[in-house]
């Protein structure tokens, strides 16, 4: 794994990961955080997810390493589920061991968010939205990650059979018994969003966040779910801002992308003709404007402020250095957004159309 952590913090060391962690002084010093909706809760505008490279699929002092460079840069939020890994539940665990080791002391600094929706467990208890499911995963999550409460849970993806008010009781549920200080819903459709903001309401627990889908590639928020956070006064935390990658220098050169996991929801081979075209003459514009695509691309998500944070995954310390600087960028002028637009609408690969419209 590449870092150049040493060099960046040569006091703390922490990049020597078997020295005992703490926290870098200045880490506050650069970071932009932003407002979710019109709640009290402030994210930063980059955040870091677990779901890929923090499994037993990469060894455990990387994972570390990674994480303790993100909070010395300001990311105070990590973003969990309980079936992330792989296998299912071992990010959970792996960071219940950071949380106990590293993190312990800064558990007042940190928000960390875990989520049930997708199938976790053997049987009908295991998946999708029963308060049965939602209230025992939870629970399960806790234990994992070793904490008394996460700070976000989330409803992970709307169930057509579970009536919205079992699922949205369960998060009011959770809320009252002090195991989550917030509550949100992911990958919900806009008509959805709205009747599951009606229901918290009407139980006095608000639905403070979203947390969908969005990227250059992926627009699907914009037709219509938005509009309804901005009513709902929620706000958003877009997930895969980099279309897993595909918005980096990863796959420009002959498409065939190199990364440090297969992940299931990538083209398996080389990208299109049409696609390798698309993302060069993104790179082209990110290039003109001083950034790198995947700068570019985090940069873009946050232009309207509906979107509090731009959720990403990284595998080395590089990348998130890199992903940073995205919050440096110059405002995007008209001829950029007009030119991102028509190539947006360009590309055939969206990664996640298909799972975000439940
Ligand atoms: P992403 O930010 O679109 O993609 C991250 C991947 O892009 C990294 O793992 C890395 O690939 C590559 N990358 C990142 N920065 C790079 C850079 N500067 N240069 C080159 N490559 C770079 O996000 P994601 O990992 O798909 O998802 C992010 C988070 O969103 C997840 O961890 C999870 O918390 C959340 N999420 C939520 C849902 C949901 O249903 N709610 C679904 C999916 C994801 P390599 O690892 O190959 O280096």
């Known amino acids: 794994?590449?870092?150049?952590?040493?060099?960046?913090?040569?006091?703390?060391?922490?990049g020597d990961t078997h020295r005992?962690?703490?926290?870098?002084?200045?880490?506050?010093?650069?970071?932009?955080?932003?407002?979710?909706?019109?709640?009290?809760?402030?994210?930063?505008?980059?955040s870091l997810g677990l779901w890929w490279n923090f499994g037993d699929n990469v060894p455990f002092q990387n994972q570390r390493t990674v994480l303790r460079h993100a909070f010395d840069r300001g990311i105070t939020h990590f973003d969990l589920a309980n079936n992330y890994g792989p296998p299912f539940g071992t990010a959970e665990t792996n960071f219940g061991r950071m949380m106990r080791e590293d993190f312990a002391p800064y558990r007042d600094e940190l928000i960390i968010s875990s989520k049930a929706g997708y199938d976790m467990w053997p049987?009908?208890?295991?998946?999708?939205?029963?308060?049965?499911?939602?209230?025992?995963?939870?629970?399960?999550?806790?234990?994992?990650?070793s904490v008394d409460y996460v700070d976000i849970f989330y409803s992970h993806r709307a169930d057509p059979v579970t009536p919205i008010e079992e699922t949205v009781g369960a998060l009011d549920t959770l809320v009252r018994?002090?195991?989550?200080?917030?509550?949100?819903?992911?990958?919900?459709?806009?008509?959805?969003?709205?009747?599951?903001?009606?229901?918290a309401e009407s139980l006095g627990t608000p639905l403070i966040i979203h947390q969908p889908s969005y990227s250059i590639l992926n627009r699907w928020i914009e037709e219509g779910l938005t509009d309804?956070?901005?009513?709902?006064?929620?706000?958003?935390?877009?997930?895969?801002?980099?279309?897993?990658?595909?918005?980096?220098?990863?796959?420009?050169?002959?498409g065939t992308g190199d990364r440090s996991q297969s992940r299931f929801s990538l083209p398996d081979g080389t990208l299109s003709e049409?696609?390798?075209?698309?993302?060069?003459?993104?790179?082209?514009?990110?290039?003109?404007?001083?950034?790198?695509?995947?700068?570019?691309?985090?940069?873009?998500?946050?232009?309207?402020?509906?979107?509090?944070?731009?959720?990403?995954?990284a595998s080395s310390t590089a990348q998130l250095d890199q992903n940073?600087?995205?919050?440096?960028?110059?405002?995007?002028?008209?001829?950029?957004?007009?030119?991102?637009?028509?190539?947006?609408?360009?590309?055939?690969?969206?990664l996640w159309a298909e799972s975000s419209d439940a």
């Open 1 to 14: 794994m590449t870092t150049d952590y040493a060099e960046r913090f040569p006091e703390s060391r922490n």
């Open 20 to 46: 005992p962690y703490q926290a870098a002084s200045d880490r506050y010093e650069s970071g932009a955080f932003r407002q979710v909706g019109t709640s009290g809760l402030w994210l930063p505008a980059i």
């Open 123 to 145: 049987g009908p208890y295991g998946n999708n939205g029963s308060r049965k499911y939602l209230i025992a995963s939870a629970e399960q999550s806790l234990k994992r990650m």
């Open 177 to 199: 018994q002090g195991k989550a200080l917030y509550v949100g819903i992911s990958s919900y459709s806009a008509e959805r969003t709205a009747e599951a903001v009606a229901v």
């Open 228 to 254: 309804a956070l901005k009513t709902a006064g929620m706000g958003a935390i877009a997930f895969t801002p980099l279309a897993q990658g595909l918005l980096t220098d990863k796959y420009l050169g002959d």
């Open 274 to 313: 049409k696609a390798l075209t698309t993302l060069r003459s993104l790179n082209d514009i990110a290039n003109e404007r001083g950034q790198t695509l995947a700068q570019m691309a985090i940069q873009w998500i946050l232009r309207d402020e509906v979107v509090a944070s731009a959720l990403i995954g």
């Open 324 to 350: 940073l600087a995205a919050t440096e960028g110059a405002p995007f002028d008209a001829d950029e957004l007009a030119r991102i637009d028509e190539l947006s609408g360009a590309i055939d690969v969206n």
